[in-house]
């Protein structure tokens, strides 16, 4: 029997958080901090007070490697249709069509904001050299540091770039293990969800408090990191009950899809609307790993994954309302998917692919140099935009951050997919 799911990422999908929680251990203790397990959270944590964030990053990682050339089609090279005889997506079909691109129809959700200029594809994006492991690729899009021992990732560099130390200015949604591009020196929080963020034993029992004021007590003298750790994690419950106190009712009429992401993202909301000082909010979808029943626009996993990526990040974009004009969202995946189709009606691990971005900053419409197609049973959409370059823009343009820092080493190209920051 054929699975939909390659054997390399069913591992990291279901065996790998185990090895993610150790890591993450390792690296908190380094760090003169620490991991520490409260309710449904783990946290790696140190404290300090976080002041409310004028600009969020709401970054979607497409776990399995998406199929960029399903979700922006480019219409006008040939070789996508001869390629993909069964499974390429109708010319006629397309949503903001140019001379050469056009959005999967079950983006439709989304052409409010693209057709605003809000909403903005980068394709034939990358890492700078093609690795189609899992494992591998994922961790080295994590990282974005080629070369480095250092196990820091990306956006832990990001929010160690000032001296704010609070776990819940980046916090990891629908998973109780930090990704890769969170581990570091820098205290984060991952939490299932928003109900999770508790302290166990605080119920509707404790009537008198007694379960937070005997931990108190307990670690108020507690000496090295695992006391740091534990008053921080409980500083960081505490500070945040303005989220859990958030009515759980979508604001502006939103309806969220059922499902994770879905629900991630109106968790992501609440964070947000609760001002807590969140900078950075991480969500993982999938597994997009396509290499049986993709399918067509009638039947298959592409149609049913994008309707729920559409719809569950347009929820998210009008529950949010006015506060959209600080938040911005960005999408990652490992790498991309062959050219050509495979017998099962989907597609094997690539190289290029496209990132899309949504909210405040971005430049709407479709960026990035396209290479060419070739239609090959090994041919690969080709990388002419490093993905750590689009993501500069990002950290730059957005939250003031210094590309240098955050990426060491690397000289980012412009994309002009988002808009310069004002002096």
Same mark, same amino acid.
């Given at each position: 029997?054929?699975?939909?799911?390659?054997? =390399?990422?069913?591992?990291?999908?279901?065996?790998?958080?185990?090895?993610?929680?150790?890591?993450?251990?390792?690296?908190?203790?380094?760090?003169?901090?620490?991991?520490?397990?409260?309710?449904?959270?783990?946290?790696?944590?140190?404290?300090?007070?976080?002041?409310?964030?004028?600009?969020?990053?709401?970054?979607?990682?497409?776990?399995?490697?998406?199929?960029? *050339?399903?979700?922006?089609?480019?219409?006008?090279?040939?070789?996508?249709?001869?390629?993909?005889?069964?499974?390429?997506?109708?010319?006629?079909?397309?949503?903001?069509?140019?001379?050469?691109?056009?959005?999967?129809?079950?983006?439709?959700?989304?052409?409010?904001?693209?057709?605003?200029?809000?909403?903005?594809?980068?394709?034939?994006?990358?890492?700078?050299?093609?690795?189609?492991?899992?494992?591998?690729?994922?961790?080295?899009? =994590?990282?974005?540091?080629?070369?480095?021992?250092?196990?820091?990732?990306?956006?832990?560099?990001?929010?160690?770039?000032?001296?704010?130390?609070?776990?819940?200015?980046?916090?990891?949604?629908?998973?109780?293990?930090?990704?890769?591009?969170?581990?570091?020196? =820098?205290?984060?929080?991952?939490?299932?969800?928003?109900?999770? *963020?508790?302290?166990?034993?605080?119920?509707?029992?404790?009537?008198?408090?007694?379960?937070?004021?005997?931990?108190?007590?307990?670690?108020?003298?507690?000496?090295?990191?695992?006391?740091?750790?534990?008053?921080?994690?409980?500083?960081?419950?505490?500070?945040?009950?303005?989220?859990?106190?958030?009515?759980?009712?979508?604001?502006?009429?939103?309806?969220?899809?059922?499902?994770?992401?879905?629900?991630?993202?109106?968790?992501?909301?609440?964070?947000?609307?609760?001002?807590?000082?969140?900078?950075?909010?991480?969500?993982?979808?999938?597994?997009?790993?396509?290499?049986?029943?993709?399918?067509?626009?009638?039947?298959?996993?592409?149609?049913?994954?994008?309707? =729920?990526?559409?719809?569950?990040?347009?929820?998210?974009?009008?529950?949010?309302?006015?506060?959209?004009?600080?938040?911005?969202?960005?999408?990652?995946?490992?790498?991309?998917?062959?050219?050509?189709?495979?017998?099962?009606?989907?597609?094997?691990?690539?190289?290029?692919?496209?990132?899309?971005?949504?909210?405040?900053?971005?430049?709407?419409?479709?960026?990035?140099?396209?290479?060419?197609?070739?239609?090959?049973?090994?041919?690969?959409?080709?990388?002419?935009?490093?993905?750590?370059?689009?993501?500069?823009?990002?950290?730059?343009?957005?939250?003031?951050?210094?590309?240098?820092?955050?990426?060491?080493?690397?000289?980012?190209?412009?994309?002009?997919?988002?808009?310069?920051?004002?002096?």
């Amino acid at each position: 029997m054929t699975s939909s799911c390659c054997d =390399e990422f069913a591992a990291l999908a279901g065996g790998l958080t185990r090895r993610g929680l150790f890591r993450g251990l390792a690296g908190a203790t380094a760090a003169v901090t620490t991991t520490t397990a409260i309710g449904g959270a783990f946290m790696s944590t140190s404290y300090a007070a976080t002041p409310s964030a004028p600009a969020v990053l709401v970054v979607l990682s497409m776990r399995g490697a998406v199929d960029g *050339m399903s979700l922006v089609v480019p219409h006008a090279d040939p070789v996508y249709y001869a390629a993909r005889p069964r499974i390429a997506v109708p010319s006629s079909k397309l949503l903001a069509k140019d001379a050469f691109f056009g959005l999967h129809p079950d983006l439709a959700p989304l052409l409010p904001w693209w057709n605003a200029g809000s909403m903005a594809a980068v394709h034939a994006t990358g890492l700078p050299a093609p690795n189609r492991s899992h494992f591998a690729a994922i961790e080295a899009v =994590e990282d974005a540091d080629p070369g480095s021992a250092a196990r820091i990732g990306w956006l832990n560099r990001l929010i160690g770039r000032d001296s704010v130390d609070d776990p819940l200015q980046a916090v990891q949604l629908g998973d109780s293990v930090l990704p890769a591009s969170l581990l570091g020196p =820098e205290p984060a929080v991952a939490v299932d969800r928003v109900e999770s *963020m508790v302290l166990a034993g605080a119920d509707r029992w404790d009537t008198h408090g007694r379960r937070p004021q005997s931990m108190s007590t307990m670690w108020a003298d507690a000496a090295g990191p695992l006391g740091v750790g534990a008053r921080s994690a409980m500083k960081a419950i505490a500070d945040f009950a303005p989220v859990r106190a958030s009515s759980p009712t979508p604001a502006n009429g939103a309806v969220y899809p059922d499902g994770d992401l879905g629900a991630s993202l109106a968790s992501a909301a609440r964070i947000i609307r609760g001002d807590i000082g969140a900078e950075v909010i991480t969500i993982d979808t999938g597994s997009w790993d396509h290499h049986v029943d993709l399918g067509t626009l009638e039947w298959g996993q592409m149609q049913r994954m994008t309707k =729920e990526l559409a719809g569950a990040l347009a929820a998210f974009l009008t529950d949010l309302g006015p506060l959209t004009s600080k938040v911005s969202v960005v999408t990652l995946s490992e790498f991309g998917r062959r050219t050509r189709e495979n017998a099962n009606y989907g597609l094997d691990h690539g190289y290029g692919n496209v990132m899309l971005l949504l909210g405040a900053g971005v430049v709407g419409g479709y960026h990035g140099r396209w290479p060419g197609l070739v239609n090959d049973v090994d041919g690969d959409l080709l990388v002419t935009t490093d993905y750590r370059s689009v993501l500069s823009e990002v950290v730059v343009g957005r939250l003031g951050a210094s590309s240098a820092q955050v990426f060491p080493g690397f000289q980012p190209e412009s994309v002009g997919v988002i808009a310069p920051a004002s002096p």
